[in-house]
């Protein structure tokens, strides 16, 4: 899974990856796009990432969860 993170700073990003990384567990790394940051979240940590968020999700939403 992809964040676009396009519009922060690369300070911003890696903040961002070490709480995800730190406090829920995911395994995810950052590269560089077209001269911006995105956080790839690896596919070993979509179980994890959708028992997170799923609760907060509107029920058109929920595919975007899926494989």
Same mark, same amino acid.
């Given at each position: 899974m992809v964040l676009c993170t396009d519009s922060y700073s690369i300070p911003d990003v890696v903040k961002l990856m070490n709480v995800l990384i730190i406090r829920y567990g995911l395994v995810c790394t950052f590269r560089l796009h077209g001269g911006n940051t995105r956080i790839y979240i690896r596919k070993q940590s979509l179980p994890a990432l959708c028992a997170l968020v799923n609760p *907060? +999700?509107? =029920? =058109? +939403?929920? *595919?975007k969860l899926r494989d």
């Open positions: *907060y +999700m509107h =029920s =058109s +939403m929920l *595919y």
